[in-house]
């Protein structure tokens, strides 16, 4: 269903759409609350193979897939998505673990945020520099690489660092929690940035 609701968004934005991935975190939170196994080994293996099945899908060809976790028998979804050679598939990671960077590397983007295990704070552009080089290290194509960084009412010095170390995208906005009104209202305080990264 997830392949088919990404290709129809796909197709309504002219070929704009990503899929964003992640484990959730705190895992606590995310599933243990609904009852679900918070184990995020487990996550990990729907996902990784989730996301194969969801590749293999957009290829508009017949899928068969036997896995541990998924089965697919003889499906073929048509239309294609717009963008070639799939929408590209972009991975949270949740520092400092490098599972999530590890992940990134095999699709098309990565979404790195640092975490305790319950709360955020954005990269640094050191920590961005660091994840722009595993990630090369360990990608087998020179296809085009997004790596996408949320920060709270950056100044524009630090814009320029995060896009000298790599950054390809900004995303501007509060921090998750009690103080995301106080966050919200700096970046309004700020004013429109002067150029996009």
């Known amino acids: 269903m997830l392949a088919r609701q990404v290709t129809t968004v796909d197709h309504l934005s002219g070929g704009r759409a990503v899929l964003g991935v ?14 679900e196994s918070p184990d995020p080994r487990r996550h990990a ?13 957009w290829s508009g060809e017949p899928v068969r897939h036997s896995g541990a976790e998924h089965e697919v028998v003889d499906a073929r979804f048509l239309p294609r998505p717009v963008q070639e050679p799939r929408v590209p598939v972009w ?4 520092l400092p673990a490098r599972a999530g960077v590890h992940r990134a590397a095999r699709w098309d983007g990565v979404a790195p945020l640092f975490s305790d295990g ?10 961005v520099a660091g994840i722009v080089s595993e990630i090369g290290d360990r990608r087998v194509t020179s296809a085009a690489f997004d ?14 660092e995060y896009e000298q170390v790599g950054a390809t995208w900004l995303i501007e906005g509060p921090a998750p929690g009690e103080d ?17 990264v």
């Open 22 to 35: 992640g484990l959730g975190v705190p895992p606590d939170a995310e599933y243990g609350t609904f009852g």
């Open 45 to 57: 293996a729907l996902l990784d193979e989730g996301l194969d099945v969801i590749n293999a899908l």
């Open 91 to 94: 991975s949270a990671a949740a």
């Open 118 to 127: 319950h709360d955020f704070r954005p990269v640094t552009p050191a920590e």
């Open 147 to 160: 790596v996408v960084v949320w920060a709270i009412a950056p100044d524009a010095a630090l814009r320029r």
């Open 180 to 196: 995301w009104l106080d966050d919200a209202m700096e970046i309004v305080g700020a004013g429109a940035p002067p150029s996009p």
